[in-house]
């Protein structure tokens, strides 16, 4: 046992006499001094000697541009006079329409690395893609530093080959044309950075950057490889909530996805909805993409809604979608809608043309910590009364109306894995008829506008709602609490006499959401002021693919 704690002690007497030595600066010290003296430290405590710590110390300050140090070693410890901080002013390149760079900055290897990067590229974005540099003199005058570069351009590079793997039952050609890249095109890295961006942007297959390009022999020409992992076919959505005190409490909504249908990228969505007790929605929307313009989506809809005590509903919308940048899109639509109504009051036609604007830069589209969402629409339509004997239907003959709506949604990291979440949102109608029609307005409440309220139970003229989120993230999902309101206005009758009613509702409440790529289900609890703690409004949301 006394043996044991001589070696023991031994071990700690000659860890000390390794990790203890004294780093000593003599004249101007570097601006790096802290980070030299902490690697050095390190470099000790594997049992380097001090002359390997003097020779390590001087290739680590020439790298931060101490050319001129001068570093010794005495039996306390290691010394370093560091001198003078050389400069690198700038970067001249011997070659013909190739600018040099002004870089006043550190001569380290870093900014000089860099330097050349920056120069490369540009020399690439003219076609030249396997450009290659390499320094052939560094003139110093004093602290300061010119490199001389020598760049060899090499012929340009051409397109050969799209080639893709991964893909089974999807039409290559499809995914060819979806490809902002074709045979022939001059490679350079904003082709390639484009053409990865389209690959990402594809609906019916994950992109797995990154993309591969291949040179081929003589490098005049090389092959572009994408590879993809095709998304699964059949994809059902539902969820169901519960309403406290009601007994028709429980509403529902189901949503049925067949996607890339015979390969070619084309889907059917059939959703289902119980939005409240007599209402119900029925939503039929076919896509495909087309190469009219470019790269776009066509919808087309046929949709119903029974709110059977106050109109019934059939609308058909057709729209058109296309990608303006890598990271905008824009839509046009054109949509005819009958109206009914439940009461002896005249029925409509309304013709529609609308116009969308929307902005997605998400970190991760699952389960964003970052990024911004941004989209607008606005609709000009054109309400045709039926004309009958009552004089309701005589009186509002026609009317021409503007519908926008606005949506900003941003995410933002607050600590390690919590996430802030903010949405707003805008939606107005601005029509000359004193008192719209229920169909006509925007119905808020339950999940997309104010939680912890029933759906639907109020309808506003103009609104506006938003929702604020804390998210605690995890591989799998997130952990969440939020606070959502909504402004409203609407007319309302009085004493014969039409008036605006505002009103402010809130909700709060807790949640949880699980996800992957093939499925996900969302839990949550809402509550108003006025709704008892014990009897939350409940809402389950599930997602899962075949």
């Not at 003296?37 to 002359?51: D, K, N, P, Y």
């Not at 076919?233 to 519960?242: E, H, L």
């Not at 006509?440 to 103009?462: C, D, M, S």
């Amino acid at each position: 046992m006394k043996h044991r704690k001589q070696t023991i002690c031994l071990c700690l007497m000659l860890v000390a006499s390794t990790t203890t030595a004294e780093v000593r600066f003599v004249g101007s010290r570097p601006e790096t001094r802290t980070r030299l003296s902490h690697r050095l430290e390190q470099l000790a405590r594997t049992g380097a000697s001090q002359s390997d710590q003097a020779d390590s110390a001087v290739t680590w300050l020439a790298a931060d541009g101490y050319l001129d140090a001068q570093v010794s070693s005495d039996s306390a410890g290691v010394i370093i006079e560091a001198g003078t901080r050389l400069w690198l002013d700038s970067v001249v390149v011997e070659a013909p329409l190739v600018r040099s760079l002004v870089v006043d900055a550190p001569f380290t290897a870093q900014t000089l690395e860099h330097a050349v990067d920056r120069i490369l590229a540009e020399v690439r974005q003219d076609g030249h893609y396997y450009a290659t540099g390499r320094m052939s003199e560094f003139r110093r005058a004093h602290s300061h530093v010119t490199a001389v570069l020598r760049v060899n351009p090499g012929p340009p590079v051409l397109v050969a080959a799209i080639q893709t793997d991964g893909l089974n039952r999807t039409d290559e050609a499809t995914i060819d044309k979806l490809l902002e890249v074709k045979p022939g095109d001059t490679l350079t890295d904003k082709l390639t950075a484009r053409a990865a961006t389209s690959a990402d942007r594809i609906s019916f297959v994950d992109f797995l950057p990154p993309l591969e390009v291949n040179p081929r022999p003589g490098y005049l020409e090389a092959d572009l490889l994408f590879r993809f992992r095709e998304k699964r076919q059949v994809r059902i959505a539902g969820g169901a909530g519960y309403v406290p005190n009601d007994p028709h409490g429980l509403v529902w909504n189901l949503d049925l996805v067949l996607r890339n249908l015979l390969g070619k990228g084309r889907q059917v969505n059939l959703k289902s909805e119980r939005r409240e007790a007599g209402r119900t929605v029925l939503n039929l929307r076919y896509r495909q993409p087309v190469f009219w313009l470019g790269s776009g989506n066509l919808h087309l809809d046929l949709a119903t809604r029974d709110y059977r005590d106050q109109f019934y509903e059939f609308a058909v919308d057709g729209r058109y979608g296309a990608d303006v940048s890598s990271n905008v899109d824009a839509g046009l639509h054109l949509a005819w809608k009958r109206v009914e109504p439940a009461t002896s009051e005249a029925g409509f036609s309304k013709y529609t043309i609308g116009f969308e604007l929307g902005r997605p830069v998400l970190d991760d589209p699952l389960n964003p910590s970052s990024g911004i969402e941004i989209s607008w629409q606005i609709d000009y339509s054109y309400r045709q009364y039926t004309l009958n004997s009552s004089t309701s239907g005589l009186e509002r003959s026609s009317l021409n109306e503007t519908r926008n709506h606005v949506s900003i949604k941003t995410w933002y990291p607050l600590l390690r894995s919590l996430v802030g979440y903010l949405g707003v949102s805008y939606a107005g109608l601005e029509t000359a008829e004193e008192l719209p029609p229920l169909s006509e307005l925007t119905l808020v409440g339950g999940p997309g506008t104010i939680r912890g309220y029933r759906n639907e139970q109020f309808a506003a003229q103009r609104t506006t709602y938003g929702t604020l989120e804390s998210r605690l993230r995890f591989n799998a999902g997130y952990l969440f609490a939020f606070y959502d309101g909504a402004y409203m206005n609407f007319p309302s009758v009085e004493n014969d006499d039409v008036r605006t009613v505002e009103l402010y509702r809130s909700g709060f409440g807790i949640g949880l959401t699980l996800l992957d790529n093939a499925r996900s289900l969302t839990l949550s609890a809402g509550w108003n002021r006025r709704l008892p703690f014990d009897e939350p409004m409940l809402s389950v949301q599930i997602a899962s693919e075949f």
